[in-house]
């Protein structure tokens, strides 16, 4: 029998990215025939990994590699897909939703998944040839047509976007110059030393920084030339790339009246103001925050799908989640979660190895573990996170936890199951760490901010 043929409530979801998607493979895991589904997509393509945009621009992958569902996935499962036409309007009295194209759909229950806008600088020359963001696979094709054209790039925003555009267009072959306005690289995700590492790094690779440096115009008067600062520098370029940042995609939900914040406000079952209306991603604000990364989005999904997919309400409820950043970029490993910037009520647990060019934070409050920054080497990063969701009193676990799972965890008897545990150190390495012995297990004296107390060097 036809799986259309009997009438079945009827899904709409606004948005064919990657937490709209992974909502929808939830809920054909848990009630694969509960819903008749329709997705509407703004862009061309099918559903791909936003996240591997950064390999494509680096020549490491191909677009169709990237992608996550094709099109034989939405026919297989009997999902209407309706690509480059976007929601324009929502009635929510008659449940129906309009496209650009003049589509209209009925819904029973709509899925709002529209992710993120990337921000522009109120500055002059935005709108000029040349000129992009790095959010799609749009703007990917621009920076590598300009990549094979033109020589010398600049990029606006040393955050985790801007860093990976700077990087993907000096591997097709470009001289990138990153300008900053803070005065350290990935602020809202490293510490400052962290933060200096990166930078040296990166300059030895051969990108220009200029961090504490704000732009005041990107020059040109059809195309792109190079962009202005405020100290009136003018710095050549023929590709700028702005990624400044984000905000929350809410101009649908807005016209259609929902409850907005600085997201689409939702509750701990992903539902919006209006109780036939769920939304998911970066487009959310829950419990006053927004979420711009990925593991976020994956939880957010499978409590949406739970609740979807239930015939009377779903026990399972979104709490939040510890915001959690990884960079891989020209081989530099960084990591960072939770809350690392630290107060009068935390101390902090630093290791060093400037050899090996590694470096470890890790903050605690009350023998809890609050944030965590790790640079070179995060192998222990799934370990470390399970800690900060746990919120566990560490007990004897701190005073080895900076060395890692696989030589804290069995010592102080406490099993945390965390992927990829690195290795205890050993030899010459173990004695180079301990410049400052850490303590053992035992009466400690009082705990004190001040991180000179146990930094290793």
């Known amino acids: 029998m036809d799986r259309h043929a009997a009438a079945r409530p009827r899904l709409v979801v606004v948005g064919n990215g990657m937490a709209g998607m992974r909502t929808v493979e939830e809920l054909l895991k848990r009630r694969p025939d509960r819903y008749d589904i329709t997705v509407f997509g703004a862009e061309k393509q099918v559903n791909y990994d936003r996240i591997l945009l950064s390999a494509v621009l680096a020549g490491e992958k191909e677009l169709d590699e990237i992608v996550i569902h094709p099109r034989r996935w939405y026919d297989e499962n009997g999902i209407t897909l309706v690509a480059d036409d976007r929601v324009v309007d929502i009635d929510r009295q008659s449940r129906t939703v309009t496209s650009a194209s003049g589509r209209v759909a009925g819904y029973d229950r709509l899925l709002l998944a529209t992710g993120s806008q990337p921000l522009l600088p109120e500055i002059a ?33 040393g955050g985790l976007l801007g860093l990976e555009a700077a990087n993907g267009l000096r591997k097709r072959g470009m001289a990138v110059t990153v300008v900053h306005l803070m005065d350290s690289l990935m602020e809202r995700q490293l510490d400052k030393a962290a933060a200096a590492l990166l930078r040296r790094e990166l300059e030895q690779r051969g990108i220009d920084i200029r961090a504490g440096s704000e732009p005041a115009a990107i020059l040109g008067s059809e195309r792109a030339l190079g962009v202005r600062l405020t100290d009136g520098c003018e710095l050549p370029g ?5 990624a400044v940042g984000i905000r929350p995609n809410v101009d649908l939900a807005r016209l259609a009246g929902l409850e907005i914040d600085r ?12 109780p036939a209306i769920f939304a998911v991603g970066e487009c959310v604000e829950h419990r006053g925050k927004t979420y711009g990364l990925i593991a976020p989005l994956w939880e957010m999904a499978k409590i949406c799908a739970d609740h979807l997919a239930a015939e009377a309400g779903s026990p399972s409820a979104y709490a939040g989640s510890v915001p959690a950043t990884r960079l891989k970029v020209t081989g530099i490993d960084v990591f960072s979660a939770g809350d690392f910037r630290g107060d009068a009520s935390t101390e902090d647990i630093v290791f060093r190895d400037a050899s090996r060019r590694i470096y470890k934070r890790l903050v605690l409050r009350d023998d809890r573990l609050t944030g965590v920054v790790l640079y070179g080497d995060s192998r222990d990063a799934g370990w470390y996170v399970q800690l900060l969701r746990d919120g566990a009193r560490l007990g004897e676990l701190r005073d080895l936890m900076i060395f890692g799972q696989d030589y804290a965890a069995p010592a102080a008897s406490i099993a945390v ?18 410049a400052v012995a850490r303590r053992r297990p035992g009466p400690r004296p009082a705990r004190k901010r001040a991180s000179r107390a146990n930094a290793f060097s």
């Open 125 to 157: 020359g935005t709108g000029l040839a040349g000129v992009c963001t790095f959010r799609d696979v749009a703007d990917v094709d621009t920076m590598i047509r300009a990549a094979r054209e033109h020589r010398r790039a600049i990029v606006i925003g």
């Open 238 to 242: 023929d590709l700028v790339v702005i």
């Open 263 to 274: 997201g689409i406000a939702v509750g701990d079952d992903l539902r919006s103001s209006d």
């Open 417 to 434: 199951a965390a992927p990829a545990p690195l290795s205890p150190p050993t030899g010459e390495a173990r004695g180079r760490r301990l």
